[in-house]
């Protein structure tokens, strides 16, 4: 697919553009009502949304998903709260449901393309219907491109489409990341999501150094995973099981102290508990410490630590996904970045 920045004004004037953008963001409760909290992905789609006003497109459409509703419409999941978010931003942003008539505004949000079971199906009777709203495609949502849905893979079969300017930066970085990035190399990875524990190997032949905290430690261990004992080291948990121990704080510092290359991706614990932060919260003072060292970030606890700790103009590179960033490093592309333009 060709990137946005490669279009011709043409491609763009006047057309009516689908825009899918990474919605999902933490919310929080404000005034009786749900209000976006963490809005670094939303702020993330910013630039496109610019780029199509200079071309002069018709009316920007903006599909998203926010949470896992499984097919169904779940009244804390409505997008609601996006569509607010970019009507203070920008301009109005009415949000609508598929089927519904498209409001007259330049700039609308249609609800959670996951309360429909076609989207994370990759219907590509959805997609049609997704199609028919609009004359372009641009997917800018570079934390899902990793998922084979019917947004990412589906709808650039029935429009033409392009790559966004959020994407973009996306691919390049990570691209001269995986080829360019000075060593020595640590990945520091976390969380307790049991799919990131697929990318370990490829992570232990690619780092330096892998450490691993979080719940993936012990899932390594019961799936019984051989990892190369000399470029990883597995944290160890406190007495509460929640977050790392001394001595593996104490480790990863060390480690993290003699990098040139720092990624991390996920907390060490359940960083949402105060008791149970430490762990994280010393990795992350130990990454930024460390002044001499090229430091990426990405995933969405790891975006939520960054601001509980006020640590964004820290780090060279934040990327918006989590798992994408994962499997991009390791595959080279994704899925949504690799389907021929109609």
């Not at 490669?6 to 689908?18: C, N, P, Q």
């Not at 019961?222 to 470029?231: H, N, Q, S, T, V």
């Not at 990863?252 to 508990?273: C, H």
């Amino acid at each position: 697919m060709k990137f946005l920045s490669e279009a011709k004004r043409e491609d763009l004037k006047g057309k009516t553009v689908l825009l899918r953008i990474d919605s999902d963001v933490d919310l929080r409760k404000e005034g009786g009502k749900l209000v976006v909290d963490e809005d670094f992905r939303l702020r993330c789609s910013l630039p496109t949304i610019h780029f199509l006003r200079k071309n002069q497109v018709k009316k920007i459409i903006l599909l998203g998903h926010l949470g896992r509703p499984e097919g169904k419409r779940v009244a804390s999941l409505s997008l609601e709260p996006v569509a607010n978010w970019f009507a203070q931003q920008l301009s109005s942003c009415p949000l609508f449901s598929l089927g519904e008539t498209t409001p007259p505004d330049k700039l609308v949000m249609m609800e959670n393309l996951r309360f429909w079971e076609g989207e994370e199906d990759n219907s590509p009777d959805f997609a049609q219907q997704l199609g028919k709203m609009g004359d372009v495609f641009v997917n800018d949502a570079f934390g899902v491109c990793h998922r084979a849905h019917a947004s990412i893979v589906s709808l650039p079969k029935v429009l033409p489409s392009f790559l966004g300017i959020r994407v973009e930066g996306e691919v390049k970085a990570l691209s001269w990341l995986k080829e360019n990035a000075p060593a020595p190399l640590v990945f520091v990875i976390g969380g307790s999501k049991p799919g990131k524990v697929d990318y370990l190997p490829f992570l232990s032949e690619w780092a330096d150094w892998l450490l691993v905290g979080g719940r993936l430690p012990a899932l390594v261990k019961e799936r019984k995973m051989k990892l190369a004992e000399d470029k990883v080291v597995l944290g160890k948990t406190n007495t509460e099981g929640k977050d790392i121990n001394e001595k593996t704080i104490a480790k990863f510092k060390e480690v993290i102290s003699l990098a040139k290359t720092i990624i991390w991706a996920g907390p060490m614990g359940v960083y949402e508990e105060k008791t149970n932060r430490k762990g994280t919260w010393e990795v992350a003072r130990a990454i930024v410490a460390n002044r001499g060292a090229f430091k990426v970030a990405g995933g969405g606890d790891t975006h939520r630590v960054l601001s509980w700790a006020g640590l964004w103009g820290e780090f060279n590179f934040v990327s918006v996904g989590g798992g994408a960033m994962l499997q991009f490093l390791r595959d080279g592309s994704l899925p949504g970045l690799q389907l021929t333009v109609k």
